[in-house]
T-cell receptor, first 115, second 114 residues
């Protein structure tokens, strides 16, 4: 079955360490997104990519970095510059272009805890 | 700029009763509107969408939503709630511009009591 795989499901890190969250999709979608979810705050867009080797900052990009070297993969690095990294991170993908009416497909998330 | 408001943090209904989860939006242009559901420690799942045409949209698991352009609303409804409908519900808006970015409401927790 096609879908989005995020790994690991749970991640624990010490403050000051960088950490990379994996996101892989086999839906052949052009666009991929990273969202951060905090209780009571809905989803906030971190970065998005509409095509391989290109990505743009979302609303809360500071302290994060991404790469898009392959269509299937969009890893997110949470750097030590991110002041409050503990959160639930969601990766999503969608068809693009004239299909902005397509829904997002989500992975099952990575819960990051930094102490 | 586009924004979505879900005015109720929490909605409680009894099993078998109808449910409504409210959503209003603000955009410049014609929006695509979506509802998603999230169960604990899982990603969001797509329920239904409005693109154009009939204002009443039917989706998964017996849910439907009514688009009202004059009130800029897109309320989620179900005629008879189930305990298994208890979850976190998100309304989202997408435009043909702005790189098709989605904007989400803050979510509404639906609790259906037996």
């Amino acid at each position: 079955d096609g879908g989005i795989t995020q790994s690991p499901k749970y991640l624990f890190r010490k403050e000051g360490q960088n950490v990379t969250l994996s996101c892989e999709q086999n839906l052949n979608h052009d666009a991929m997104y990273w969202y951060r979810q905090d209780p009571g705050q809905g989803l906030r867009l971190i970065y998005y990519s509409q095509i391989v080797n290109d990505f743009q900052k979302g609303d809360i990009a500071e302290g994060y970095s991404v790469s898009r070297e392959k269509k299937e993969s969009f890893p997110l690095t949470v750097t030590s510059a991110q002041k409050n990294p503990t959160a639930f991170y969601l990766c999503a993908s969608s068809r693009q272009g004239s299909s902005y009416n397509s829904p997002l497909h989500f992975g099952n998330g990575t819960r990051l805890t930094v102490t | 700029a586009q924004s979505v408001a879900q005015p109720e943090d929490q909605v409680n209904v009894a099993e078998g009763n109808p449910l409504t989860v409210k959503c209003t939006y603000s955009v410049s242009g014609n929006p695509y509107l979506f509802w998603y559901v999230q169960y604990p420690n899982r990603g969001l799942q797509f329920l239904l969408k409005y693109i154009t045409g009939d204002n009443l949209v039917k989706g998964s698991y017996g849910f439907e939503a009514e688009f009202n352009k004059s009130q800029t609303s897109f309320h989620l409804k179900k005629p008879s709630a189930l305990v298994s409908d208890s979850a976190l519900y998100f309304c989202a808006v997408r435009l043909n511009t702005n790189a098709g970015k989605s904007t989400f409401g803050d979510g509404t927790t639906l609790t259906v009591k037996p």
